[in-house]
């Protein structure tokens, strides 16, 4: 199933939101209205926190150590990125996926 809430996310994947959030000074209310809001809205915060969210719609986990492709796509693991592109093989890792860790402002 599509996952759409942030409360459907794991724990660390919430916690790590949380831990961004707090490290450039969001509110706790506002924090907490995030925790229970859509996973669009915190989004917009990838760049600016440093995380990605993974593109497989029944995952969409928050993690800053994942899987970059050349399309710019990301994934938190290698098991979702070849669910939702099919014709990844062996030799595309480190030439079409890379594994990638993200930091505050990238
Ligand atoms: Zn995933």
């Known amino acids: ?11 660390n994947s919430r916690a790590l939101f949380e831990h961004q959030a707090i490290l ?16 669009q809205e915190i989004a917009d915060f990838n760049i600016e926190f440093g995380f990605r969210i993974c593109e ?3 995952c969409r986990e928050i993690f800053n150590e994942g ?17 939702i592109i099919y014709n990844i093989e062996e030799d595309d890792y ?3 996926i890379f594994y990638t ?3 505050p402002g990238s």
């Open 24 to 39: 450039f000074n969001l509110k706790q209310d506002q924090i907490d209205e995030y925790l229970t809001g859509n996973i």
């Open 56 to 58: 497989n719609p029944e």
């Open 1 to 11: 199933m599509m996952k759409t809430k942030v409360s459907e996310l794991t724990f």
């Open 67 to 83: 899987f970059l492709t050349e399309d710019s796509d990301t994934f938190c693991s290698t098991a979702c990125a070849e669910k």
């Open 101 to 103: 860790e993200w930091e």
């Open 94 to 96: 480190g030439t079409y």
